[in-house]
Nanobody, 123 residues
């Protein structure tokens, strides 16, 4: 089982850009979730194991891009036009079922999680 490790969190000004990385499982669809204080963990973006299918939550469509490089076992989340409401701990996760083009969008679909990385967007 691949250990997932996120990197790239930090403090960003509103309107700025930032990229998160995660050591990924190349056999599985991967997802990014986030959790703000006092809120439930929410799906942000997901990508199939091949990279051919992606999904985004409505609030980040057009601003965030998920991608992966299976040769490097890495998945990325490029975040542009950041807003203060994007402030959260961001988690990457590997889907339970390998080798499927289906991309889960709930935490129950994912079996492995990283430790999380804080992204803070200042206004």
């Amino acid at each position: 089982q691949v250990q997932l490790v996120e990197s790239g969190g930090g403090l960003v000004q509103a309107g700025g850009s930032h990229r998160l990385s995660c050591a990924a499982d190349s056999r599985r669809s991967m997802g990014w979730f986030r959790q703000a204080p006092g809120k439930e963990r929410e799906f942000v973006a997901g990508i199939s194991w091949s990279g051919g299918t992606t999904y985004y939550t409505d609030s980040v469509k057009g601003r965030f891009t998920i991608s992966r490089d299976n040769a490097k076992n890495t998945v990325y989340l490029q975040m542009n036009s950041l807003k203060p409401e994007d402030t959260a701990v961001y988690y990457c996760a590997a889907q339970k079922v390998p080798w499927t083009t289906v991309v889960g969008r709930t935490p129950l679909d994912f079996g492995s999680w990283g430790q999380g990385t804080q992204v803070t967007v200042s206004s």
